[in-house]
């Protein structure tokens, strides 16, 4: 089997490393942060991922997984050597490359023989030529090397299983030989394996999180729409998902999409198409939408209870979804700064996110468990649809609460239901 290094500790090296032992490849794990590194070599995990713990502990156990801060240690013994750093916004939109830059140029330093270099970060068009030309400045004179495109379709909160099962593998490489021998790494797996040039890979990932947060946006319009001529959008999302054309997947109405991915690439794809002077319409309205579904559930809360002023708010949910830890661009945390800022006493809940919350967001209570912190509430907000929330016991939140209100950003709870249990129910589209 192949000796493999990822660089980058972070969600995506985490899970993809694991997985490339646990399918028998010996992987170095390579991340610049000592505590982060310190922390995986006593087996403490640094993410919420189910199923991820046990992946880890398995395969360190084998010696097959070890984790070090020195590329030394790791590229020069690796066949293939996988980006897998952060590529944030920046402030006008566009991907933070400098993690990729330094990673780039650091695995240069150290390659030796021949090594297949993999971008699985989500990194801008072109940016397979931009790390072979830093790899070429840095290497030695007698090492030579590939570089393939391979974005990774990984869902948070399901990425053990995704990568396991992928629904296909995209390479892109001017090598072609260079993305048969990475194919089989994949070969196991048995998806599709899609090869093409770099820059078309490359787009295949933004595209793909494009489409998909333009349906969440569309369907979170329709839910406006719904609010105000009387229908139900699960119904609605229903009758449409039977269409083949459609399906059902993303058409589940809320407070909007968050998260490591869906937000930051689709601003970058956006800064992309102006840059080369495209007219990025509809990229620019899925944000807006996305943005405005926050202040809307907020706005419909303050239209219940008028001011906010010292009212005590119940929010359970802070990640993004359910299923992790991770706060990033979470429409939780946006809409528990927005209640914040409005000065309402929140006492937020989540099932493994509040340290996260808590250090982002101090002004604050947390809560030990949903029914501490529905106590003496004004309101009870839901704002990730996690199955704890959807098998609470409502009569009991009811009695606990000052007053039944009930604010539904995930349409987690049918609305006569909860009505018949004597809430004041609000959920996002449904007029009926």
């Known amino acids: 089997m192949a000796v493999i290094s990822i660089i980058g500790m972070g969600y995506v090296g985490l899970v993809y ?12 794990g390579v991340d610049i942060d000592t505590d982060k590194v ?24 084998a010696g097959r997984l070890r984790f070090t801060t020195d590329y030394a240690e790791a590229v020069p013994a690796s066949e293939f050597v996988f980006i897998c750093v952060g590529t944030p916004s920046t402030f006008d939109g566009d991907a933070d490359m400098r993690a990729v830059r330094s990673a780039a140029e650091m695995i240069g330093r150290n390659l030796r ?7 699985k970060s989500t990194m801008p068009i072109g940016s397979g030529d931009l790390v072979t030309q830093l790899i070429a400045e840095a290497k030695p004179a007698e090492a030579t090397f590939a570089v393939v495109s391979n974005p990774e379709f990984l869902r948070e909160g399901s990425a053990v299983y995704d990568v396991f099962h992928p629904s296909r593998i995209v390479l892109g490489a001017d090598d072609r030989e260079a993305a048969e021998t990475v194919a089989e790494l994949y070969r196991v797996l048995n998806a599709p394996i899609l090869i093409t040039d770099r820059r078309s890979a490359e787009m295949i990932k933004y595209a793909s999180n494009a489409i998909l947060a333009t349906r969440i946006s569309f369907i979170n319009e329709i839910a406006q729409i719904c609010e105000q001529l009387g229908a139900d959008i699960k119904v609605v999302a229903q009758g449409m998902g039977y269409d083949p054309r459609i399906g059902p997947h993303f058409l ?10 869906f937000p930051k690439d689709v601003r970058a794809l956006a800064y992309m198409a102006e840059e080369a002077g495209c007219h990025p319409q509809l990229l620019h309205t899925v944000l807006e939408i996305n943005q405005d579904q926050r202040r809307r559930f907020v706005r419909k809360l303050q ?39 409005r000065g309402a006493e929140v006492t937020a809940y989540d099932p493994v996110a509040m340290p996260h919350a ?29 199955n704890e929330f959807k098998q609470a016991d409502l009569s009991r939140v009811k009695e606990l609460m000052r007053t039944p209100i009930l604010l539904d950003g995930r349409n987690i709870y049918e609305p006569a239901d909860v009505r018949a249990l004597g809430f004041v129910y609000v959920g996002v589209g449904r007029g009926v």
């Open 358 to 386: 808590a250090a982002l967001v101090p002004e604050a209570r947390y809560a030990p468990d949903p029914y501490s912190a529905v106590e003496g509430a004004d309101a009870l907000l839901i704002a990730t649809p996690w």
């Open 252 to 261: 589940e109405a809320g407070i909007g999409f968050g998260g490591s991915c």
């Open 303 to 341: 239209d219940l209870l008028g001011s906010l002023h010292g009212r005590p708010i119940a929010l359970w949910g802070l990640s993004f979804k359910q299923d992790t830890d991770d706060i990033r661009e979470s429409p939780a945390i946006d809409v528990l700064r927005l209640l914040v800022q």
């Open 113 to 119: 023989g021949y090594t297949i270099v993999v971008n």
């Open 38 to 61: 310190a922390k995986l070599q006593r087996g403490v995990v640094p993410i919420y991922e189910p199923g991820l713990d046990e992946l880890i502990r398995r395969n360190r156990e």
């Open 17 to 28: 490393g694991a997985a490339f032992a646990d399918l028998g490849n010996q992987v170095y």
